[in-house]
Structure formats: C-alpha cells, structure tokens
C-alpha cells in the first residue's frame, strides 16, 4: 500500500534529451516537494507545491521546472540534462501546513542516469 | 538561513551495542526536527519527529530522540542495535515562512556500519 509512488525508479537518458519524472500520492496531502540528491550527500529541496501555487528554490537551475495537473499527480521535468544532474530524485508530501508543520512522506525515489 | 551539522559521516557499531547519532542544528524560532533512515537505493523513512512537548520522543524501530535548545542539538539513540539497523540516517529541519510550506533541510548524513 505504497503511498507516494515514483515512476520509473530507475530512468537513462542521454545528454541533452528531456525527461520528465512523475510521482503520484493516494494520501491526498496538499503540498509535494521535489529533492535531489546526489551520490552520498543530503537530499537538497529542489521546490514544491501548496496546492496549485508553485515555489521555486532561489538555487534551482532553469533546467528544472514542475507540473502538477491535479492533487493525486506532480512532475519534474528536465529540459537538456547535463552530467551533473544524473542523481536520485525524491518526491515528498505532507499536509496543510496551517494545521502546524507535519512529516514529509518520502516515494522510493527515481534514479537518474545521464549518457 | 536553517542548517543541520551531523558531524560524524561514519559511525561503527557491534550489534547489540547501544547507539547514539549526533545532530545539531540552527533555526531562528522554534525548530520543527525529524530523523529520517534511508537504505540503500530507497526513499527516506520517517524514524521520529520533534514539534513541540515532551523533549524526549519516541519513534519507530526503538529509536528515540531528546532535544535540547541549551545545545541545539536533536541526537538519536537506540538502546542495542540490529543488524537491519545498517542504513544512512538523516537529521532534518523545518519550519514555515511566511505564508507556504518549508522543505526540510537536511544534514549530510551518518551512515551506520553494524559490526557481528
């Protein structure tokens, strides 16, 4: 009964071809985040969404940008990967923070390699 | 600007034996903190969060956390280890800013060695 779920969980693309990651939730949270995280390093908060409303982290590239089409749904799109961006992607949820901050519910992450 | 400092990459444990994983961190107000364990290839778990209240908080898996603002500090423990215990663990902080959600900020991580 996975709750938040990330397809594929291993992805390879070639330098220079988008891709998009997609995670999805049955948990109904308000907010999902998007991390990376490379090779032996803490996962670092890419941006989220508060429902419908979008919030971009200063430091994250251009080349990153997001989709969410619904509640249940959230994507990461990658417009030219380079070599640097090959690492672990990690998709989050919680609640409505209004509520006072709660647990973020982390998917299994997808994988990304870069050829 | 929040941070997280876990100063020990690599911790070695006999199993059996207790364990405790440093974390201290810096937030301007009231930190909201949580470990999380991550093994290898998976997403992060949640082992125990830190809101408000009792200072000492129990997780899952026997783990438990006490925080103490005189040390800024949030370190988990476990009474004796299990093998399964062998994971990276992450201290992470987070709070809200003005109007939306935080991201959580996390530590570099220990990673845990479980000894026969």
């Known amino acids: 009964d996975a709750m938040v779920i990330q397809n594929p969980r291993y992805q390879v693309t070639q330098f220079g071809k988008p891709v998009t990651l997609s995670c999805s939730q049955t948990?109904?949270?308000?907010?999902m985040y998007w991390y990376q995280q490379k090779s032996s390093q803490a996962p670092k908060l890419l941006f989220h969404y508060y429902d419908k409303d979008f919030n971009n982290e200063a430091d994250t590239p251009d080349n990153f940008q997001s989709r969410r089409p619904n509640t249940s749904f959230c994507f990461l799109d990658i417009r030219s990967p380079g070599l640097g961006d090959a690492a672990m992607y990690l998709c989050?949820?919680?609640?409505?923070?209004?509520?006072?901050?709660?647990?973020?519910?982390f998917g299994d992450g997808t994988r990304l390699s870069i050829l | 600007a929040q941070s997280v400092t876990q100063p020990d990459i690599h911790i070695t444990v006999s199993e059996g034996a207790s364990l405790e994983l440093r974390c201290n961190y810096s937030?301007?107000?009231?930190?909201?903190l949580f470990w999380y364990v991550q093994s290898p290839g998976q997403g992060l778990q949640l082992l125990l969060k830190y809101f408000s209240g009792d200072t000492l908080v129990q997780g899952i898996k026997g783990f438990e956390a006490e925080f103490k603002r005189s040390q800024s500090s949030f370190n988990l423990r476990k009474p004796s280890v299990h093998w399964s215990d062998a994971a990276e663990y992450f201290c992470?902080?987070?709070?809200?800013?003005?109007?939306?959600?935080?991201?959580?900020?996390f530590g570099k991580g220990t990673h845990l060695i479980i000894q026969p």
């Open positions: 937030y301007g107000a009231t930190p909201y």
């Open positions: 948990l109904n949270h308000n907010v």
């Open positions: 989050a949820t919680s609640r409505d923070l209004t509520r006072g901050n709660q647990p973020q519910h």
């Open positions: 992470a902080v987070g709070g809200r800013s003005g109007g939306g959600a935080d991201g959580l900020t």
